[in-house]
């Protein structure tokens, strides 16, 4: 938990850290959260064994993006075969994402009190069962109903990962595996489309969803037989195991060194330590790889903090509208480029509109690092000029100029489309795009793991299930909404709504710390109802 505490003279708000004391350790490789002495902690586990896991997981990811977004390749042939309208396929693409928002509320409380892998289980056999069923659908209500097992099924992709990346790793590691989960987050949602519009065209569009069910089909054995639990419970009957020896790395003159007003705060600087202890037994195969990994805490609190903190944390309704909107935005994009670039003057097959998506998955590879490594970089030169103390709202200054740059593309896109414009600049306004949504995506949920990271699980499920809400609304109504309006004052308006959401950063900029000192007790109080199985 990052420390912060009330006198007389100063505050340290959740969020606020000492960053000048993170960098006193010398050449010690700093560990937080500190791991036990337990063998079968999973900080403890070996190199391989953390690879495996996190491949696996990686697999999860590519996989349930593809099932999530390759749908619309298929929207031609389906209209012609099956007489579903755009009405109908937009219905369906919508209750998908209602699917999402409910799936993180009921699956994610089961995460932290039964454990990661059966709910990794789970999902992957009711992501299976949607497939199979979309491969043989023939009705409306079918395609329907097939949509919301899947967006059931998916749900926790956005969130379990990053419990599982906190499981198993430190916090030096956690921006480098939450790069390789964008990657094939990434790789899945426009990749995936890409290959499926060869296989619309060669194959048939039932095939498409044929290879998904075999690679799904290969994810849940290996899930099963391969994925150990990594929720950490020690082994003695119920008690912490203690963490393992840490010794501070600092000069003695740097000990008494304040950041602010002379009073020590920030968090707790360790030196690494790797010994455990030899009398406790590793797990047997069958033991890592129990079904449930039950413990005592409530799972209550995780249904209504969500929802509590989404109305009352500002960082958290920044996420939430943030990026959903910028994910609703791009819904729509994707939507109207399958449903008229069908049409003259495009005449695009089901490849043509797999390979639109070529342009936003390389506008997401440019995007990440100014959400992540530039970002990173930003905040030690800002918080150097701030006497060494870091403010998450630092981090906001990159979201400035993606409030203008999102919109510009969002205005490329929808005009260009409603103009009849050549392709290419569509695709250019497409990728434009996809670089804003990994670029704000990302400054935006680390601006808010970084103000309240003690609940970020709870946290995430507010922000997805706004995401998905967003999307699930513009979606429903896109049909009637573009009839009334047409194209270009469809893009106008969004491109408008764009702006002003994306500009909250400013205020934020301003009062964004006095928000975070109001809603400290709070935070305070809602951390502690999450049961810490490890002694930090």
Same mark, same amino acid.
């Given at each position: 938990?990052?420390?912060?505490?009330h006198?007389?003279?100063?505050?340290?708000?959740?969020?606020?850290?000492?960053? @000048?004391?993170?960098?006193?350790?010398?050449?010690q490789?700093?560990?937080? +959260?500190?791991?036990?002495?337990? +063998?079968?902690? +999973?900080?403890?586990?070996?190199?391989?064994?953390?690879?495996? $896991?996190?491949?696996l997981?990686?697999?999860?990811v590519?996989w349930?993006?593809?099932q999530?977004?390759?749908?619309?390749t298929?929207?031609?042939?389906?209209?012609?075969?099956?007489?579903?309208?755009?009405?109908?396929? $937009?219905i /369906?693409?919508?209750?998908?994402?209602?699917?999402?928002?409910?799936?993180?509320?009921?699956?994610?409380?089961?995460?932290?009190?039964?454990?990661?892998?059966?709910?990794?289980?789970?999902?992957?056999?009711?992501?299976?069962?949607?497939?199979?069923?979309?491969?043989?659908?023939?009705?409306?209500? /079918?395609?329907?109903?097939?949509?919301?097992?899947? /967006?059931?099924?998916?749900?926790?992709? @956005?969130?379990v990962?990053?419990?599982?990346i906190?499981d198993?790793?430190? *916090?030096?590691?956690?921006?480098?595996?939450?790069g390789?989960?964008?990657?094939?987050?990434?790789a899945?949602?426009f990749?995936?489309?890409v290959a499926?519009?060869? !296989?619309?065209?060669?194959q048939?569009?039932?095939?498409?969803?044929?290879?998904? *069910?075999?690679?799904?089909?290969?994810?849940?054995?290996?899930?099963?037989?391969?994925?150990?639990?990594?929720?950490?419970?020690?082994v003695?009957a119920?008690e912490?195991?203690?963490?393992?020896?840490?010794?501070?790395? @600092?000069?003695e003159?740097?000990?008494?060194?304040?950041?602010?007003?002379?009073k020590?705060?920030?968090p707790?600087?360790?030196?690494?330590?790797?010994?455990? $202890?030899?009398?406790?037994?590793?797990?047997?195969?069958?033991?890592r790889? =129990?079904?449930?990994?039950?413990?005592? @805490?409530?799972?209550?609190?995780?249904?209504?903090? +969500? !929802?509590?903190?989404l109305?009352?944390?500002?960082?958290?309704?920044?996420?939430a509208?943030?990026?959903?909107?910028?994910?609703?935005?791009?819904?729509i994009?994707?939507?109207?480029?399958?449903?008229?670039m069908?049409?003259p003057?495009y005449?695009?097959?089901a490849?043509?509109?797999?390979?639109?998506?070529?342009?936003?998955?390389v506008?997401a590879?440019l995007?990440?690092?100014?959400?992540?490594?530039?970002?990173?970089?930003?905040?030690?030169w800002?918080?150097?000029? $701030?006497?060494?103390?870091?403010?998450?709202?630092?981090?906001?200054w990159?979201?400035?100029?993606?409030?203008?740059?999102?919109? =510009?593309?969002?205005?490329?896109?929808?005009?260009g489309?409603?103009f009849?414009?050549?392709w290419?600049?569509?695709?250019v306004?497409?990728?434009?795009?996809?670089?804003?949504?990994?670029?704000?995506a990302?400054?935006?949920?680390?601006?808010?793991?970084?103000?309240?990271?003690?609940i970020?699980?709870?946290?995430?499920?507010?922000?997805?299930?706004?995401?998905?809400?967003?999307?699930?609304?513009v979606?429903?109504?896109?049909?009637?909404w573009?009839?009334?309006?047409?194209?270009?004052?469809?893009?106008?308006?969004?491109?408008l709504?764009?702006f002003?959401i994306y500009?909250?950063?400013?205020?934020?900029?301003?009062?964004?710390?006095?928000a975070?000192?109001?809603?400290? =007790?709070a935070?305070?109080?809602?951390a502690?109802?999450?049961v810490?199985h490890?002694?930090?």
């Amino acid at each position: 938990m990052v420390s912060y505490h009330h006198d007389d003279e100063t505050f340290w708000a959740p969020g606020t850290v000492a960053l @000048e004391d993170v960098h006193r350790s010398g050449d010690q490789l700093v560990l937080f +959260p500190t791991p036990t002495s337990d +063998p079968n902690d +999973p900080l403890n586990w070996s190199t391989a064994r953390k690879a495996l $896991n996190f491949t696996l997981v990686s697999f999860f990811v590519l996989w349930t993006f593809v099932q999530l977004d390759i749908g619309f390749t298929a929207w031609g042939p389906m209209e012609t075969q099956l007489g579903f309208s755009v009405d109908d396929l $937009n219905i /369906g693409a919508a209750v998908n994402y209602g699917g999402l928002a409910i799936g993180c509320f009921f699956f994610i409380p089961l995460v932290h009190k039964y454990g990661r892998r059966p709910i990794y289980i789970v999902s992957s056999a009711l992501q299976l069962a949607s497939c199979i069923w979309q491969a043989e659908v023939q009705t409306v209500g /079918g395609f329907i109903t097939s949509n919301i097992i899947s /967006g059931l099924g998916g749900a926790i992709s @956005e969130i379990v990962v990053q419990i599982t990346i906190a499981d198993m790793f430190f *916090v030096h590691q956690h921006a480098t595996m939450n790069g390789w989960y964008v990657i094939f987050q990434a790789a899945g949602a426009f990749l995936g489309p890409v290959a499926s519009g060869y !296989i619309v065209d060669s194959q048939g569009w039932r095939w498409m969803w044929w290879w998904c *069910v075999i690679f799904f089909g290969i994810t849940l054995v290996c899930v099963i037989f391969l994925f150990e639990e990594s929720k950490y419970v020690p082994v003695l009957a119920g008690e912490s195991v203690p963490p393992q020896q840490a010794t501070v790395n @600092e000069p003695e003159d740097s000990r008494n060194k304040t950041p602010a007003n002379n009073k020590t705060a920030g968090p707790e600087v360790v030196a690494r330590q790797i010994a455990t $202890n030899a009398e406790i037994p590793p797990k047997t195969y069958w033991q890592r790889m =129990a079904w449930i990994t039950p413990t005592s @805490e409530s799972i209550w609190p995780h249904f209504y903090i +969500p !929802i509590v903190t989404l109305f009352t944390f500002p960082a958290v309704a920044y996420a939430a509208l943030t990026y959903g909107s910028t994910l609703a935005w791009f819904a729509i994009m994707t939507s109207l480029q399958a449903s008229y670039m069908l049409d003259p003057p495009y005449n695009f097959d089901a490849i043509g509109i797999g390979l639109m998506n070529l342009a936003p998955f390389v506008g997401a590879v440019l995007g990440f690092p100014c959400g992540g490594w530039l970002s990173d970089k930003s905040i030690l030169w800002l918080s150097k000029k $701030n006497r060494g103390i870091y403010e998450p709202e630092m981090r906001l200054w990159l979201a400035i100029p993606l409030a203008v740059l999102g919109p =510009a593309s969002i205005l490329m896109f929808g005009l260009g489309l409603a103009f009849g414009v050549h392709w290419s600049l569509i695709a250019v306004g497409f990728g434009v795009y996809g670089f804003t949504l990994a670029a704000l995506a990302g400054i935006s949920l680390t601006y808010l793991m970084d103000c309240y990271q003690d609940i970020i699980g709870d946290a995430l499920v507010g922000v997805v299930f706004m995401r998905n809400i967003i999307s699930l609304v513009v979606l429903s109504v896109l049909t009637p909404w573009v009839n009334g309006m047409g194209l270009q004052n469809l893009h106008i308006l969004c491109a408008l709504v764009a702006f002003l959401i994306y500009m909250i950063a400013v205020p934020l900029l301003m009062w964004g710390k006095k928000a975070r000192i109001t809603t400290a =007790a709070a935070y305070k109080k809602m951390a502690a109802t999450h049961v810490s199985h490890r002694t930090i």
